[in-house]
């Protein structure tokens, strides 16, 4: 049975994790909310690229073509990734910068049609209300310090929730559960709504809190990966010279990789000298072809000089843990209803998020009130022992 000093501590626990998370939780839900639907809202304001209606059966064009044509679009720039997504079929995105050693953030998007290799759109990926959304909601404009601050309230969060629990159980074996006496007063009744929607909302809430820990962890698992599983891949080429030129065939490349993993389809390349590759290889990522497995990534090195298969190995848990981790989040598995149920849960979680805060503002003014109360009793009782001529004896 849960004593009353635990219930005590619990209480401070779940009162101070909330009060110190709740307004960057606050964030996190509402700019959440129109990312769960960035896709149609894109589609929306008609910043949703899309290939051209052609027969089902109409060849693709050379990924060696399209590169020309990126170049040609971008003269004095460099490819650096290519980018296939099954949410734009017949596309395939370049993203080109000054350099390979730019700036990460630092990039140029180019849409080709990989049928006919025209160049389709040119969109500013850095501007517009999905672009501010998507920032505050991942770092605050903050970077990476900002990103691993959000974590951190992300931890403070699943303490919040873990803590609730905990004080849940003893509060309900006096009341029915999911009970609100919506007959006493406000405070009451919000009480009982913030209690029933945090029950309610648990699982959720958690699977998101954690997935969000998990996502603002990225540089470093990827990191890890780099200086780990990566650099053990392209070990043997560790004393050879960078690669500049003569470069293989980009196309062979990918053919090559969908022969290594034929259930598979590439998901994106990064070019020798980016971050996701050696000085020597293309990385060709490969995805599965169902719901999960298209998360999962299986890079397949390629000798950009002989466009031999060098190595290819699944990727280590911590990064798959990753890759299942940003999907979830936003509910992108199951279509639009998954999305639509994690819209209710969204909101409900902003619910229970400023029911606290209510309840926090509303029990301080209880307090004040009742010491406000208690210290005019106590005047007027001295008021009334004084006019009697008594003697008053200070404490």
Known sequence: MTSVKSVKGWFQVHKWTSLICTIFLLLLCLTGLPLIFHEEIDHLLGKEPAAPEMPANTPKASLDKIIEQGYLQRPGEVVRYVFWSDEHPNLVMLSMADSMNAAPEVSNLVVLDERTAKVL????????????????????????????????????????????IMLYGPIMRKFDFGMVRTEKSSRLKWLDMHNLLGIVTLAWATVVGLTGVINTMS??????????????????????????????????????????APHMTPSV????????????????FMRGN???????????????????LTDLRPM???????????????GDYGGLPLK????????????????????????????????????????????????????????
Do not use: C
Request: hydrophobic share 50%.
């Open 121 to 164: 759109d040119e969109p500013e990926n850095q501007e517009g209300f999905m672009y501010i959304m998507y920032k505050l909601h991942v770092d605050m404009f903050a970077g990476i310090p900002g990103k691993l601050f959000l974590g951190l309230m992300g931890l403070l969060f699943i303490t919040a929730i873990i803590s609730g």
């Open 219 to 260: 540089e470093t698992v990827i990191a890890a990966w780099r200086f780990g599983q990566l650099a053990e891949m392209v070990a043997p080429y560790k004393d050879k010279p960078a690669i500049t030129s003569k470069f293989s065939s980009l196309e062979d490349a990918v053919q090559t990789a969908k022969k290594a």
């Open 269 to 284: 390349l990064a070019y020798p000298g980016t971050l996701f590759s050696s000085k020597h290889h293309y990385a060709v």
């Open 290 to 308: 169902t719901p999960l497995t298209s998360k999962l990534i299986l890079p397949a090195l390629i000798d950009a000089q002989t466009g031999k």
């Open 316 to 330: 280590p848990w911590f990064v798959n843990t990753l890759f299942i981790s940003q999907p979830l989040h936003f």
């Open 340 to 395: 639509i149920i994690w819209t209710i849960f969204d909101i409900a979680t902003i619910v229970v998020l400023i029911s606290g805060l209510y309840l926090w503002i509303a029990r301080r003014k209880a307090m004040k009130a009742q010491i406000a109360r208690l210290e005019n009793m106590e005047s007027v009782a001295l008021e009334a022992i004084t006019e009697k001529g008594e003697v008053v004896y200070e404490k």
